[in-house]
């Protein structure tokens, strides 16, 4: 796992993230921060969490198997961000995890997940859950995933596509 704390311009390339951590990539209070073309796998909690941090790119990487050791509980959540602007996930393979959730955010603006394709995974709580703001949602194939909802009970803010049509189902 990779921790970068208070990092503008910080970039991750083509690294191989697996089990050696809970998280693969966690950001605390950093600023443009890439991560690209990774291949993030068997971490126990999730893919990447950020925290207080502005602009941050996930991009074509490949996330697979988080939340999925033997024995192990699902995972918290594949992406996470809190407290921030500018969280993006984009051109991401995403199959094979168990976790509660797919994009959790609390008062995080600016969130998109885009182009991505999202597969075999199993998120035992909702596949999206937002505190604050909702998130833009599209060009995404969905497909043979198990969900118990597409959102978190009783929850309040939906995402949108880009033309803001909210996403219901």
């Known amino acids: 796992a990779i921790l970068m704390e208070n990092c503008n311009d910080a970039n ?3 690294c191989g993230l697996y089990g050696c951590g809970t998280i693969g ?10 991560i690209t073309n990774c291949d ?3 971490c126990s909690d999730g893919a ?10 996930v991009s074509g990487c490949d996330i697979h198997d ?27 393979k995403i199959h094979d995890n168990k976790s ?30 937002f505190e604050q ?5 599209d060009g995404c194939l969905f497909e043979e995933n198990n969900c118990a909802r597409w959102y978190k009970a009783n929850a309040h803010i939906k ?4 033309d803001g049509n909210l996403l219901d189902s």
């Open 12 to 14: 991750v390339d083509a």
């Open 25 to 34: 990539v966690r950001g605390l209070g950093c600023e443009n921060l890439n």
């Open 40 to 42: 993030i796998y068997e």
């Open 48 to 57: 990447v969490d950020v925290m207080n941090s502005e602009a941050v790119l």
């Open 66 to 92: 988080i939340g999925t050791l033997k024995g192990g509980y699902d995972a918290y959540c594949l992406f996470t961000a809190d407290y921030g602007t500018g969280f993006a996930v984009y051109n991401c």
């Open 100 to 129: 509660q959730s797919l994009l959790y955010t609390y008062d995080t603006e600016n969130v998109v997940f885009l182009s991505n394709e999202v597969k075999k995974n199993t998120f035992t709580e909702s596949a999206f859950y």
């Open 133 to 137: 703001y909702g998130a833009a949602v």
């Open 159 to 162: 995402a949108a596509d880009i």
